[in-house]
């Protein structure tokens, strides 16, 4: 090489923190929340309810220490994930408090007793949730020394994953046996598992990711790689069939599979990767609707939601006549009947959004989310270091391939199947569990586009003396 | 609560989620552009790598080539002022650590472009960029001579070769 690079006036530039940014779209996200709250008293009540106000006040202070946090331990984190999933946070906790109301109304009219609204439990996670995100950032300070623990992080999610079949502990609740019950509170350990098995998968593909990648042989033109390199992917393969056998949960046994599969395209850059992926995937898939009597009728009613009506496709059928009530720009907070389609706080929560938001406002809550998996991949692309390239691509695809999976199972694009939609669901455990990755996915952006000069160099360092 | 009011405020939410969405795209938009409005933190010139290639013994002269361009500019993107001298070899521009010209530029690949001399003439061959190698407004698609006046761009950066 003759030529020389005589001027790098690489680096050389201030990098802005875009910290402002962030406070001006969480103050945003949360007029946006506050509004939606408020309309949904307005139009059910007629007047903001008595714990309005608190309620917005403990969220506002909520967003304000998720702030703080990022402002003092990562500093040059990207500016819009947050105020994202703070927006669409606040949004569930909303359509969570418009459901509480439209309980207590029916409880009157019946003359019964009001049951106890469920968005107090989900504040409660909401700050559990932000608490640990901040925890995270406190404690990992920098996302390598996870790679450290890449097999620690392997044998602790096996365990979650498969605790809920544990006799005593474990529980099934409508058909699915995903939940530990320890008195009083019941936990999915399968979310935290999902983070663990990101770890394990990205320290994993950053030490083998080479011969996964070159040492190839030639089947039909594309090359494949050979037989025991791709014992990994069968070990994958057979432990989310495992979990869709034994624990009936369809949901992660997709996220889970398709989650490994992605990270092998990305760790290697090979596309044959996804050609048996997604072979594996067909046959798995085929197996479990002939073998499997709940995964059949989950396609049954996915195919045909009209047939059955009145028992096994009523939540789908509900679903979809909430989405075309709703139409293109919804029935308004407070003023649609999403009360009528079951689990509409939890699993369908979605369809209640698309009824009284209509396409127009759920178009906007999708964007939302789009962005949040858009940057957690920018941040995987200007991430220095492999293992935090495949740790930001994990954890972004793992929230993209949920919010598909749910929302197209709710609209009938695919089968239904039984996974949270992020951040917007009722339920502690995914709730934690997501602000856990967006606190990681923080952390990684915050290494990957911090400026050079920031860093310590030992170039740069002046020499120690030491005096005697 | 009256109809019109609450439709009122049903529609008007609608707009105010698409407004946080788009004030979001926006930061986004100049996020990207930041490192170009950046102020330097130092005056660009008087650099450690300047200084250092002064007092350093010069290396062998680079072969003289005659009437032919002596230096590859960078006039746009991160890189802005960096002055490649050319020789006789190869230039190669990409992120890769090893590459002639190293980018700090997400649009670009590993292994971007090469200009290699040929018969007094530097061509332009794309390495299989994902972005591609673009030569005024038009991605070339295979080796290109690229003369004095002509744009090079890769990824957000852009070249010019220079007497």
């Known amino acids: 090489m003759s030529a020389v690079v005589t001027t790098p006036s690489v680096s050389r530039y201030r990098q802005p923190t875009r910290r402002g940014a962030e406070v001006g779209l969480l103050l945003l996200a949360f007029v946006v929340g506050a509004a939606a709250y408020v309309q949904v008293d307005l139009a059910i009540l007629g007047h903001l309810a008595s714990d309005t106000v608190p309620v917005l006040l403990a969220i506002a202070a909520l967003l304000l220490l998720a702030h703080v946090a990022v402002r003092f331990l ?29 309980e207590a109304q029916r409880a009157a009219r019946n003359g019964g007793v009001a049951p106890s609204p469920d968005v107090y439990t989900q504040l409660t996670w909401t700050a559990l949730g932000i608490v640990l995100f901040v925890a995270v950032l406190v404690v990992v300070k920098d996302h390598r020394s996870l790679q450290r623990y890449t097999y620690t992080a392997m044998f602790a999610g096996l365990v979650l994953l498969l605790l809920p079949l544990a006799p005593g502990i474990g529980a099934e609740i409508n058909g699915a046996r995903l939940w530990l019950r320890l008195g009083g509170l019941s936990f999915q350990p399968g979310e935290i598992a999902k983070i663990l098995l990101t770890i394990f998968f990205a320290g994993y593909l950053t030490v083998t990711r080479d011969s996964l990648a070159l040492v190839r042989t030639k089947i039909m033109g594309i090359e494949f790689p050979r037989g025991r390199d791709m014992g990994p992917l069968f070990v994958a393969w057979f432990i989310s069939l495992g979990v869709l056998v034994f624990e009936r949960d369809l949901g992660t046994s997709l996220l889970f599979f398709g989650l490994f599969v992605s990270l092998l395209y990305i760790a290697t850059q090979r596309r044959s990767w996804l050609v048996l992926g997604a072979v594996l995937f067909i046959t798995g898939a085929v197996f479990a609707y002939l073998a499997f009597g709940h995964v059949r009728l989950r396609v049954d009613v996915w195919l045909h939601p009209f047939a059955d009506e009145a028992d096994s496709s009523y ?67 200007a991430c220095r270091d492999v293992f935090g390239t495949l740790l930001a691509a994990g954890l972004s695809i793992s929230l993209g391939l949920q919010v598909f999976v749910v929302v197209g199972g709710v609209s009938r694009l695919i089968p239904l199947t039984g996974l949270t939609t992020p951040f917007l669901a009722q339920g502690g455990s995914s709730l934690v569990a997501n602000w856990i990755a967006i606190g990681l996915l923080i952390r990684v952006s915050d290494a990957a586009r911090r400026p050079d000069a920031e860093r310590v160099s030992l170039e740069d360092a002046p020499t120690q003396v030491v005096s005697l | 609560m009256s109809e019109l009011l609450l439709t009122l405020l049903r529609l008007g939410f609608l707009a105010l989620i698409w407004l946080l969405v788009i004030v979001t795209i926006l930061v986004l ?9 950046a102020r330097p933190l130092v005056a660009a010139p008087a650099l450690r790598g300047g200084a250092k290639a002064a007092r350093a013994p010069k290396p062998e002269k680079p072969p003289k080539v005659k009437h032919g361009p002596r230096q590859l500019v960078v006039i746009e993107g991160p890189l802005t002022g960096t002055v490649i001298p050319l020789g006789t070899g190869d230039v190669t521009i990409g992120r890769a650590p090893h590459s002639t010209l190293v980018l700090d530029d997400d649009y670009a690949s590993n292994a971007h472009s090469r200009l290699t001399l040929t018969n007094g003439t530097w061509v332009v061959t794309d390495l ?19 003369t004095a006046g002509h744009t090079l761009k890769v990824g957000r950066t852009v070249l010019e070769l220079r007497k």
Do not use: C
């Open chain 2, 128 to 146: 299989g960029s994902t972005n591609g190698t673009w030569i005024d407004r038009t991605r070339i698609t295979g080796p290109t001579p690229l």
């Open chain 1, 74 to 102: 990562a500093t040059y984190a990207d500016p819009v994930i947050v105020p994202a999933v703070a927006a669409l946070n606040i949004l569930g906790l909303a359509m969570i408090h418009r459901l509480d109301l439209a």
């Open chain 2, 29 to 37: 938009r100049r996020d990207l552009r930041a490192p170009r409005d």
């Open chain 1, 315 to 381: 939540q789908i059928a509900q679903s979809l006549y909430g989405f075309a009530s709703g139409g293109m720009f919804g029935s308004g907070l407070g003023q649609g009947y999403p009360q009528l389609v079951p689990y509409a706080k939890s699993d369908f929560i979605v369809a209640a959004f698309g009824e009284e938001l209509g396409l127009i406002g759920l178009m906007a809550m999708l964007v939302l989310y789009g962005i949040v998996v858009e940057r957690g991949l920018r941040t995987a692309i």
